[in-house]
């Protein structure tokens, strides 16, 4: 038996990087992967991966910087599999530079997609988890979370906002 098997994860930021690691693991490991990120091709592309190893995979495309998205992302998971077992908040950006020349924007965009993110996809994930009797949540931060280098402080400081 696979250590995931009948499990149901969602992953966000699955098209690639770390996140799309993250999810043709869990399918090797038997989970039921519901691949979720802003591009849709890409998004496909690790579904289609998992597929061929013999997984099962499904795509959301999702903004997880929109609160409806990420709502619509946890209820549709529910209404394709059931239940919610593994979320995973992986999805993130780089941005915003040294402090001083850091646009509100560009403030805004790394906050939004990093952290805002986080905490809209906890929210609705753990209101499921709860109803259905239990669940995990996997949020990754980065060591930029617990040390700042220069140039980096928007970033870090959304990374340790997860942290936190």
Do not use: P
Request: aromatic share 6%.
């Amino acid at each position: 038996m696979k250590r995931l098997e009948r499990k149901i994860a969602v992953v966000t930021g699955s098209s690639s990087g770390i996140g799309k690691a993250i999810a043709l693991r869990f399918g090797e490991e038997g989970a039921k992967v519901v691949v979720a990120a802003r591009r849709l091709d890409r998004c496909e592309q690790t579904a289609a991966q998992i597929r061929q190893k013999g997984g099962e995979s499904s795509v959301i495309q999702t903004d997880v910087s929109d609160e409806c998205q990420v709502d619509f992302l946890i209820l549709e998971t529910i209404n394709r599999y059931g239940r919610l077992d593994i979320l995973v908040n992986n999805a993130g950006i780089i941005g915003g530079g040294r402090l001083a020349d850091t646009t509100t924007k560009a403030f805004d965009e790394v906050i939004n997609a990093n952290l805002r993110s986080t905490f809209f996809c906890c929210r609705a994930g753990f209101q499921q988890m709860k109803k259905q009797g239990g669940g995990l949540i996997i949020n990754i931060s980065s060591i930029a979370g617990i040390q700042a280098w220069a140039g980096t402080s928007t970033y870090s400081a959304s990374k340790h906002g997860i942290m936190a």
